[in-house]
């Protein structure tokens, strides 16, 4: 009889152990729009990629979006809430932000929304200006949306910035010269040109870019620890294996080659809102000079 209860208890215990080891992951990622498929972008996709990769370790996974569109003001309050199960959004880092959330310490997108290209006005670019240094650089004016983090690194490394509210309207102020440049995503130029065909006198600067540390981290209450570090592992897997990368270049590698930023002079800015954190995550951060 004891030994018939030892054996109950025993298998209960291999139960229970089984069921906490292998239950589902179930993460909500915040949607930042309903305009279009959030699914199709590369942060849902890495992320998704990481419970992928953490299978066997740990088990299935539901992944879904938010049934709202969560603007970046809310995030903090949907993630201090129980309204989404596991909520996960991502953002670039900042000090303060590590200190009120629990974080993935894995730069996602792999630092390329650190490189940025500047737009210039026509008339500015007809100069042919040089720019050789960094000091060449800060002779001239930048422009940057009202409260981006951007705009105050920017100032710390000695540059004078010009803002505005509309994120149209910066750039008719750059095309209008009521600033010299408006650095974007790198990614991003293509795109923005397409779209902005009917801003006058717009161009892109051919020779140089901006680059500072500008890591994009995921985000989730500081109790959801499992949910957390299951995704660091997944991510790190999929980085060691090349999954990740695979991924990286199908959304961001064409877009970088048509701006030709491996062949651009890039001056690298500091970043002092990244106080504090471990610096380990340098060594996944993407460099136009070596291929991935």
Not at 49 to 64: I, V
Not at 273 to 286: F, N, R, V
Request: hydrophobic residues 40%; proline residues 3%; neutral net charge.
């Amino acid at each position: 009889m004891k030994r018939l209860f030892n054996n109950l208890l025993l298998a209960t215990g291999l139960m229970t152990l089984s069921t906490t080891v292998f239950a589902q992951t179930v993460i909500t990622f915040r949607a930042h729009t309903l305009n279009y498929d959030v699914k199709s972008e590369y942060p849902y996709q890495a992320l998704e990629l990481a419970l992928r990769k953490t299978q066997a370790t740990h088990g299935s996974y539901k992944l879904s979006l938010t049934n709202d569109a969560i603007p970046i003001t809310r995030v903090e309050a949907e993630t201090n809430s129980d309204k989404y199960e596991n909520f996960f959004f991502e953002d670039s880092v900042k000090s303060e932000k590590l200190n009120k959330f629990g974080y993935v310490n894995f730069p996602v997108s792999l630092g390329v929304v650190g490189y940025r290209v500047p737009f210039v006005s026509q008339d500015l670019k007809n100069t042919n200006y040089q720019i050789n240094t960094l000091d060449d650089l800060k002779q001239y004016s930048m422009i940057m949306g009202r409260g981006w983090l951007d705009g105050d690194i920017l100032k710390d490394n000695g540059f004078t910035v010009h803002t505005g509210k509309n994120v149209l309207g910066l750039y008719h102020m750059v095309a209008n010269e009521r600033g010299d440049f408006f650095p974007v995503g790198a990614h991003q130029v293509p795109s923005i040109k397409k779209n902005l065909d009917a801003v006058d006198h717009l161009a892109v600067d051919d020779n140089i870019a901006v680059y500072y540390p500008l890591p994009r981290f995921f985000f989730s209450n500081k109790q959801n620890t499992a949910e957390l570090a299951r995704v660091e592992q997944g991510l790190k897997l999929a980085f060691e294996d090349g999954s990740l990368q695979v991924l990286w270049n199908q959304h961001y590698l064409q877009k970088l080659k048509e701006v030709n930023l491996s062949n651009r002079k890039i001056f690298k800015l500091e970043n002092k809102y990244l106080a504090g954190l471990d610096p380990s995550y340098k060594q996944y951060i993407y460099d136009p000079s070596s291929a991935l």
